[in-house]
Nanobody, 123 residues
Framework: QVHLVESGGGLVQAGGSLRLSCVAS????????MGWFRQAPGNEREFVAA?????YYADSVKGRFTISRDNAKNTVYLQMDSLKPEDTALYYC???????????????????WGQGTQVTVSS
């Protein structure tokens, strides 16, 4: 079992930055690939970024967001720069098996999910 807890969300103006953190329980954190997804009201949960053997990004955030991990701290981060109002959503981190690039974009790949942290970007 892996328990995930996100933090770092908040209200920010367009063009600003936030860094999300996700702390995982357990001693096998480094064996999991980690992903970030987001869900806005009325929308499907969508892929944002993942880190497995490499890093992967949705086209909508490429060049603005950076995913990283610190295995010693059981933590994955999402640095979000140049934020836009359309980035407003509830952001979730997820843990799943290492796999291929196409699998990381699919939310069904992931076995464990956090409760989410709200990001609101004002115009």
């Amino acid at each position: 079992q892996v328990h995930l807890v996100e933090s770092g969300g908040g209200l920010v103006q367009a063009g600003g930055s936030l860094r999300l953190s996700c702390v995982a329980s357990g001693r096998t954190f480094d064996t999991y690939a980690m992903g970030w997804f987001r869900q806005a009201p009325g929308n499907e949960r969508e892929f944002v970024a993942a880190i497995g053997w490499n890093t992967y990004y949705a086209d909508s955030v490429k060049g603005r967001f950076t995913i990283s991990r610190d295995n010693a701290k059981n933590t994955v981060y999402l640095q979000m720069d140049s934020l836009k109002p359309e980035d407003t959503a509830l952001y979730y981190c997820a843990a799943g098996p290492h796999s291929t690039a196409s699998y990381y974009r699919n939310k069904r790949t992931y076995d464990y999910w956090g409760q989410g942290t709200q990001v609101t970007v004002s115009s």
